[in-house]
């Protein structure tokens, strides 16, 4: 038996073009060891004023209070919260390509796992902030903590899903960064070997732990990413499912729903791999990575786009059908008198637009691999995947229980504007320096499918795959 | 001799030595650990809640050491050198006064802290309270006018609009005695029935030949006076007795509200409108009015006509109860028919029946005194034993003053209490005329509008800083003792009219001395003032002679009617705001109005059918957006432009405009802009102040918009019978168990087992609350909406003003507030259908509460005693408690509203959030007085809510622990209970067999006793008892689904 696995004709190349490892190594890394471009610089730039604004955003409220956003009685949580959702469901694409498509045996996984992991970890710290600045006073934050002390010892109420969330989302943040860092550290040791400058050696050298590339390493290294990959993975649904319980244990009609855990999920993984499509468009782009990034994993990610997309839009419809078949009125009204329609009716619209209707376009394989409609599907998903949670969160209490109640329109402030911007202000910020110092693509696990995947060697397997057994025999055998 | 040491004893008194009885008790009751409940014995044995206010008090105290240590600003506070005999720190101290204002007289016991007055409650030993505590949001906010930033601190002069100090009161007197002598003085004051104040006006008058008195009201009754003196002889006003009428008419008359004496009457009314299950019977009350008034939201019926038509809808009423006279024809056939079926009821019920006209015309009062006189309301509904003597404003009078003035024939104006300059239906003319005047002083008590035209203003003290005495009705004395010695170099303004009449005694002397004349002796003198009161024992009834001789010339009078426009206006007054005196009071302008829940802004109210015809669409954008169109009103040839509130209720033709607002930079910050002065609409016919225009005569909608800041976007309750429970008198009769009904239903569906609704619906264990359990019942039937306990409860737990701006982005903080649900839906404009629900909401202080398992640090927690309680301390701010509250009861302190945020000096600042100059003013060192100190001051960033009162409950509990008398615990009242003049509100012990709320909810109302909400399984604490209407007319919705599901429910069986 021959050392190189066959694949099928039928599977894409994964690596495109005339490729060796050496050539691997020397696209990837390309970037890192070039001054950047001029559009890095200006994305970069653009991307602090935007933290900027944020952090000023956020002083503001800090130092005045949660008045500086346009919350009210009956609007406890609107911009801040739905942000919220958004980003941490954002961060759901990054440990489920690494982890359960790692899991899954999925070689395409490759070409994007290192970006989506970032990306993930980024989306997480932009989606932390808003549960720490959203609270009146922050700088009692660490009340939440279980620790010791003096107060009796007073805990925090384990009964609350926000404290849950604490919990969460502070597991799932520390295992995709240790996940993420694992993966990074054969590739940070390629840099430190090639590193010509003084600091570069000293930075690179730190960061790779001292990794040699012996055997020892790797198989240590394969066994971590496995036990990683397997704590991750009910993580991947875990972080959504308590993130819903803020709303399904509460007693808010449109909040109060048992569907929310695999519909939030499935929201996640939706946004999430939109989110990963459009970085991954703009990176392969300018940084000149089509060979890593091919249309194949593009089309791969538009499938999943559009099962999620449609568990999404199955998950619609079955709370509209338990919200007449119910037969509560206060979750009929929430429904279908202030969500279909009534002030806010237009955003349920454009969550509908955008989540369910506009991603069926991908059962069309034409348009699920050009690479424009792509780009705009990637940004139409997240916009509706904004206003679902936009939906699910004001237009559920802006009219509640008692019609005395209700709420005046809600409108964000400059501030909570701000606040939002401020966070893509962050998540740019770190994805741009990521990009410049660190291989947007894992060098080491695309070397990995290089020989089973890579065109060149595909196509060199054609011929031999034409040939009779004896024949292979022959030329395999020819000494 | 050996000393034995063990035989030495140590004693610290006489008591301890010869161990006597008196002592035994005083160290066994020292630390007394158990409240003393009677009910159940395993009561006696439960677990001592003292270890958690121990805990709670520990807690507080560490928490607040922690955060007072973080840089905030020290604040130091002196102790007594000498402390004053009878003041214990920390221990308030009660005194009996009377809030006097504009001729309004309500006893009243001030709650006096630390030598600071910080609350009123009504005296109960009056009859003009009826007898009980309640009092009107006014009175409620009163207090807070002590401590008002605009009050003037000392006396000025006032040369070319600049005041400036003046340095003595004798340097005043000398200046001024000199000024008056020899001129022709007229004293111009509002309406005084202070009888010693009387007798010095008399002696200064006296002393100064050609001179006169002048009383005015604000807002007039000087039709009524005069009606009565054609009717009955007597230029005064009637007593009336809501609570002896069967039947009450009210033709433009919002008695329960602005007219006359609301507080008395909300408490009457509510007599015959409380539901004795057993024998249900209420009286009925008909409205005819053109503006939804508060009084006409609580009517049975309904009937709307335009303000030109009262006299018509009089004469009809007249003519069908056998007057004399002949009516004109009414088009309205509603109208028509309404009246009929009002003659109807009345002639019914002669003797028993009542009908009262807010019009300040005496020819339509004379035929409103002929139709009582009809109904035999005179000496039984009417009675003239103990005249009102709250209002004398005659309106000629003041005309004629005003005409003089101008005439140059007035020498001197000393203007006490009144603000003619404001509130004067021809103000430019008085102004011009005042300054034709060549001595003027005021003595309000700041540089308002009239003030500030004066030459000088001598401030006089406020009432609760006051010696005097009031005679609401005659022979019903009130005495004021002062709370707090002067704040500033105030005067009492008699003391000015003693020594400018020559005589060198101070007021407060000469008070003393007339009163102990008068009562006899110093001993008595004392007694009353400690009592407050000098009433008879028992109320008499007697009658008037009644002189028809008057009836046939004002029907003739009235016959004519002017000529109606295409609409017209009628001036109301709000409930809150009055006349518009106390417009510096952020409380009061902070109080949404009962009717359209707007606040800090007067606008006009025009029906549906106006607001479709301006081209306002009333839809879902009209409901969520603050900014109303504004419309450009031609109002007697004058274009006003207001913004526009639409409201049902409303006579097609007919707008609504609130006067006492508008006022001038003097009257104070909080006032200062905010609305529009209505007063120059108001209209003279035949020497009376008419409070309508007849011609409007035309109204067009303009492209600006002006934002008003209302608390209640949604009008109606959908619906929800969860919430909200109305049933017609006849209903309940002929189906009393519908609420059982409902509430047995919930337990066989959710406690298919046991039957225990309360114990089986859960996953959580039943908790059994063995000591007090506190509860609340709220009767919808006798809830008016008056808003008094929103008020008692802002003064009595600290609640922050939050000012217009914030009120606009939701950010309001009462803790308790009144919905009102129209029970008719939006577009429909046959408003004299309409069904109005007032329902107080406050924290339901629910068993099994949403708001405690979301917090995430257990910051609102559940008390052993069913309080829903918030620790301050401990809340980071998250907002999920009040996301998950059903009741939307819980309020963020959204900015420094209070100066307590962590930040110090944080609340001027500009842009989003900007905080109103009246949120500054209330944080005034000065008007920071009020502040209960009992009551935590919240700091930004924390939830806060309704605490049942927590700091009384815990007096009481401590009380009743000393004394080990349990009704100690029976008598602690809740401050919305206690300032509620209709009994609305009760609260108690539900464990207490004897106490009032477990006998409510078991025996006396368990027919209308229901939880809002009630199937949600969160158990509140505090239940409503069922509205009902006794009408004809539908009420409440149908409710298909129940009737669905009991169709189902008898088809099984």
């Known amino acids: 038996m021959s050392l190189t696995k066959y694949e099928s004709f039928v599977r894409e190349p994964l690596v495109d073009g005339e490729k060796t490892y050496n050539k691997v190594t020397e696209d990837i890394v390309y970037t890192i060891e070039t001054k950047p471009t001029r559009l890095w610089y200006i994305g970069l730039y653009i991307s602090v004023a935007l933290l900027l604004f944020g952090i000023y955003s956020v002083y503001r409220e800090v130092t005045y209070g949660v008045g500086q956003w346009n919350l009210g009685k009956t609007v406890g949580w609107g911009w801040d919260i739905t942000n919220f959702v958004w980003w941490i469901g954002i961060g759901h694409a990054g440990t489920l390509i690494s982890a359960i498509l790692l899991l899954f045996r999925q070689g395409w996984r490759t070409g994007v796992n290192r970006a989506a992991e970032a990306m993930t970890i980024f989306a997480v710290m932009a989606a932390g902030q808003f549960p720490i600045w959203h609270m009146g006073r922050v700088w009692l934050a660490f009340f939440v903590m279980p620790y010791p002390n003096t107060r009796g010892p007073l805990w925090p109420n384990f009964n609350s899903p926000l404290l849950w969330d604490v919990f969460a989302i502070s597991t799932y943040f520390t295992l995709s960064l240790l996940f993420w860092y694992s993966g990074l550290i054969p590739d940070v040791a390629t840099l430190r070997d090639r590193a010509k400058t003084k600091f570069r050696k000293l930075f690179y050298g730190i960061a790779s732990f001292g990794w040699t590339g012996s055997t020892k390493h790797w198989q240590r290294h394969e066994s971590l990413s496995l036990v990683l990959a397997g704590l991750c993975t009910p993580l991947v649904l875990s972080v959504h499912t308590i993130v819903s319980f803020d709303f399904a244990t509460s007693i808010v009609p449109g909040w109060h729903t048992t569907i929310f855990p695999p519909y939030f999920v499935a929201g996640a993984v939706f946004s999430g791999f939109a989110m990963v499509q459009t970085l991954m468009l703009i990176t392969r782009k300018v940084m000149n990575l089509q060979d890593y990034i091919t249309i194949g994993h593009i089309e791969a990610m538009n499938k999943v786009i559009v099962l999620t997309g449609s568990i999404v839009g199955c998950a619609y419809l079955t709370e509209l059908f338990m919200a007449w078949y119910g037969a509560n009125v206060y979750e009929y009204d929430a429904f279908f008198k202030y969500r279909l329609a009534g002030p806010y009716g237009w955003s349920y619209w454009i969550m509908m637009t955008c989540n369910v209707i506009s991603p069926q376009l991908f059962w069309f394989k034409k348009l699920r691999r050009n690479i424009e409609f792509t780009f705009i599907m990637s940004i139409v998903v997240n916009v509706g995947m904004w206003f679902e949670r936009f939906v699910i969160i004001v237009t559920s209490i802006f009219r509640d229980y008692l019609p005395s109640s209700w709420s005046l329109y809600y409108r964000p402030s400059i501030y909570e504007i701000g606040f939002y911007l401020g966070t893509f202000g962050l998540f740019f910020t770190c994805y741009f320096l990521f990009s410049k110092y660190f291989p947007v693509i894992a060098i080491w696990e695309v070397k990995h499918v290089l020989k089973t995947s890579g065109e060149n060697y595909k196509a060199r397997m054609e011929n031999l795959e034409k040939l009779s057994a004896d024949e292979f025999y022959a030329k395999t055998h020819h000494h | 001799m050996e000393l034995d040491m063990s035989q030495k004893k140590y004693w610290q008194n006489l008591g301890e030595l010869n161990n006597t009885e008196g ?166 004051t509002s309406t005084i029935n202070s009888p010693s104040t009387l007798q010095v006006i008399r002696d200064f008058l006296a002393k100064y030949p050609g001179s006169r008195h002048v009383q005015y009201d604000a807002v007039s009754y000087s039709g009524l006076l005069s009606a009565n003196e054609i009717s009955y002889g007597k230029r005064a006003i009637p007593t009336y007795h809501f609570d002896k009428a069967k039947v009450i008419v009210g033709i433009d008359a919002d008695f329960l509200g602005t007219w006359l004496s609301p507080d008395e009457f909300s408490s009457q009314y509510a007599a015959g409108r409380k539901i004795n299950q057993k024998n249900p019977e209420m009286n009925k009350h008909i409205q005819f009015e053109g503006v939804l008034s508060l009084t006409g939201a609580n009517a049975d019926e309904r009937y709307l006509h335009r303000p030109s038509e009262t006299a018509a809808v009089v004469l009809n009423l007249l003519a069908k109860l056998g007057g004399n006279v002949s009516a004109p024809a009414i088009a309205d056939e509603k109208l028509k028919k309404g009246i009929e079926l009002t003659a109807g009821l009345l002639s019914n019920n002669k003797g028993a029946a009542l009908v009262v006209c807010g019009s300040n015309d005496p020819n339509i009062q004379v035929l409103v005194n002929a139709i009582n006189e009809i109904l035999g309301a005179n000496g039984t509904t009417i009675n003239w034993a103990n005249p009102l003597l709250t209002r004398a404003g005659i309106d000629s009078e003041m005309d004629q003053l005003v005409k003089d003035m101008n005439a140059g024939s007035v020498g001197a104006l000393l203007i006490y209490e009144a603000n003619p300059a404001y509130n004067y239906y021809n103000a430019e003319d008085f102004i ?148 518009g005196a106390a417009a510096n009071n952020p409380w009061l302008q902070e109080m949404p109005d009962p009717i359209t829940r707007a606040t800090w802004d007067n606008y006009a109210v025009i029906s549906y059918a106006m607001a479709a015809e301006l081209g306002i669409k009333l839809d879902d954008k009209y409901e969520v957006e603050f900014n109303k169109p504004v419309v450009a009103f031609t109002i007697n040839g004058k274009e006003v432009k207001l913004p526009i509130l639409a409201i049902p209720g409303m006579h097609p033709n007919v707008i609504g405009v609130a006067v006492g607002y508008g006022r001038s930079e003097g009257a104070g910050r909080a006032a200062k802009g905010v609305g529009y002065n209505a007063y120059p609409l108001v209209s003279a016919k035949g020497g009376f102040r008419q409070y309508y225009v007849t011609d409007v005569t035309s109204y067009v909608k303009t492209k600006e918009t002006y934002d008003i800041a209302y608390t209640q976007t949604h009008n109606q309750y959908e619906g929800r019978v969860e919430v909200v429970r109305e049933y017609t008198l006849d209903d309940f009769k002929k189906n009393p168990d519908a609420v059982p009904h409902y509430r047995q239903e919930l337990a066989e569906d959710f406690a298919k087992k046991t039957g225990d609704f309360r114990a089986e619906a859960t996953l959580y264990p039943k908790y059994e609350y063995p000591g007090a359990h506190w509860g609340m019942s709220i009767d919808l039937n006798a809830c008016i909406g008056c808003g008094a306990c929103t008020i008692a409860c802002m003064a009595e737990n600290n609640v922050p003003v939050v000012g217009k701006s914030e009120v606009k982005r939701s950010h309001e903080m009462h803790w308790l507030r009144i919905d009102r649900y129209f029970a008719s839906y939006r577009n429909n404009t046959e408003g004299d259908n309409l069904n109005v629900v007032f329902m107080p909401m406050l924290c339901q202080h629910c068993d099994n509460a949403p708001c405690e398992n979301v917090c995430p640090v257990s910051a609102t927690n559940h008390s052993s005693e069913g309080l829903n309680q918030m620790a301050y301390n401990r809340c980071i701010g998250t907002r999920y408690c009040a996301n998950n509250c059903p009741y939307k009861v819980r309020r963020f302190n959204w900015g420094d509203y209070t100066g307590a945020d962590s930040f110090p000096d944080n609340q001027h600042h500009s842009g989003v959030g900007k905080l109103d100059d009246a949120v500054l003013m209330m944080n005034d060192d000065l008007t920071r007085m009020v502040l209960n100190p009992d009551v935590t001051i919240r700091s930004r960033g924390v939830i806060e809510k309704c605490s049942f009162c927590v700091q009384r409950l815990q007096d009481a509990k401590l009380e009743a622990k000393k004394s080990q008398d349990p009704a100690v615990i029976r008598d602690v009242k809740t401050a919305c209970q206690q300032a509620c003049s209709t009994g609305a509100i009760v609260f108690g012990n539900v464990n207490d067999k004897e106490s009032q709320v477990y006998k409510i909810r078991t025996q006396e109302h368990n027919q209308r006793a229901y939880y809002a909400l009630e199937h949600l399984h969160v158990l509140p604490n505090i239940n409503y008892l069922a509205k009902i209407r006794n009408t004809g007319r539908p009420v409440g919705v149908k409710d298909e689904f129940a009737e669905k599901k009991a169709a189902v429910h008898h088809a099984q069986h």
Not at chain 2, 114 to 140: H, Y
Not at chain 2, 153 to 163: G, N, S, Y
Not at chain 2, 532 to 542: D, H, I, K, N, Q
Request: hydrophobic letters at 35%.
């Open chain 2, 432 to 579: 011009k005329g005042l300054q034709k005047v060549k001595l003027s002083v005021s003595f309000n008590d700041r540089a308002d509008e009239t003030s500030g035209n004066c030459k000088y203003i001598i401030p006089h003290h406020h009432y609760l800083e006051s010696w005097g005495d009031a005679e609401g009705r005659t022979g019903f004395y009130s005495l004021l003792q002062p709370t707090i010695a002067p704040l500033f170099k105030t005067r009492y303004f008699q003391t000015a009219l003693l020594k400018w009449s020559g005589n060198d005694a101070d007021y407060e002397d000469y008070f003393k001395e007339f009163w102990i004349k008068k009562l006899g002796s110093q001993g008595v003198f004392d007694k009353a003032l400690q009592d407050g009161v000098v009433e008879p024992e028992t109320l008499s009834f007697a009658s008037a002679q009644y002189n028809s001789a008057g009836e046939a010339g004002s029907a003739s009078k009235v016959g004519a009617g002017s000529p109606a426009g295409k609409a017209e206006l009628v001036l109301y007054q709000k409930v809150s705001m009055g006349s």
């Open chain 2, 23 to 188: 002592y035994r008790k005083l160290v066994k009751d020292e630390f007394q650990e158990d409240l003393p409940f009677e009910a159940d014995g395993s009561l006696l044995d439960a677990k001592s809640p003292r270890r958690d206010f121990l805990k709670y008090l520990g807690f507080s105290t560490a928490a607040a050491t922690l955060a007072a240590s973080c840089e905030t600003p020290v604040i130091k506070s002196i102790p007594y050198l000498n402390q004053p005999e009878n003041l214990t720190p920390g221990v308030a101290q009660y005194y009996a006064t009377t809030f006097v204002a504009e001729g309004d007289v309500v006893p009243v016991i001030a709650k006096v802290r630390d030598g600071r007055p910080i609350k009123l409650e009504g005296n109960p030993l009056s009859f003009i309270n009826s007898k009980g505590e309640g009092t009107s949001a006014r009175v409620q906010a009163s207090v807070l006018d002590l401590y008002d930033t605009a009050r003037l601190r000392f006396p000025v002069e006032i040369a070319d609009k600049e005041l400036k100090e003046l340095p003595s009161f004798e340097a005043i007197d000398k200046k001024i005695a000199g000024e008056l002598a020899g001129s022709q003085v007229v004293l111009l």
